[in-house]
Nanobody
């Protein structure tokens, strides 16, 4: 049974940084894509960044490029999202997701099969 467990969220002041973690278990993730999304109250779930589990490919949306960085530690079976220069508008629940890699970067929530429970990030002004 696949499990994705996010951690690392919390309250931070504007301009600060956080590193979110997503611990993945339940199967081997070779051939999978791991993604980070967020959802603010009243808004749709938004894709932020993705990474292939094997290999070194990453992808991030323009809205966070330069501030958010995705990485993974395969030995620890963990995917990270490093977030710098945080803004109040980054306040949201952040989710980790996984799906098989079919060669195109999946950016829609419906593209992903597995989800974590989410971790709250609140950025104060």
């Amino acid at each position: 049974q696949v499990q994705l467990v996010e951690s690392g969220g919390g309250l931070v002041q504007a301009g600060g940084s956080l590193r979110l973690s997503c611990a993945a278990s339940g199967r081997t993730f070779n051939g999978y894509v791991m993604g980070w999304f967020r959802q603010a109250p009243g808004k749709a779930r938004e894709f932020l960044a993705g990474a292939t589990w094997s290999g070194n490919s990453t992808y991030s949306t323009d809205s966070v490029k330069g501030r958010f960085t995705i990485s993974r530690d395969r030995a620890k079976s963990t995917v990270y999202l490093r977030m710098n220069s945080l803004k109040p508008e980054d306040t949201a629940v952040y989710y980790c997701a996984a799906r098989l890699n079919y060669g195109l970067w999946p950016t829609r929530p419906s593209d992903y099969n597995y989800w974590g429970q989410g971790t709250q990030v609140t950025v104060s002004s």
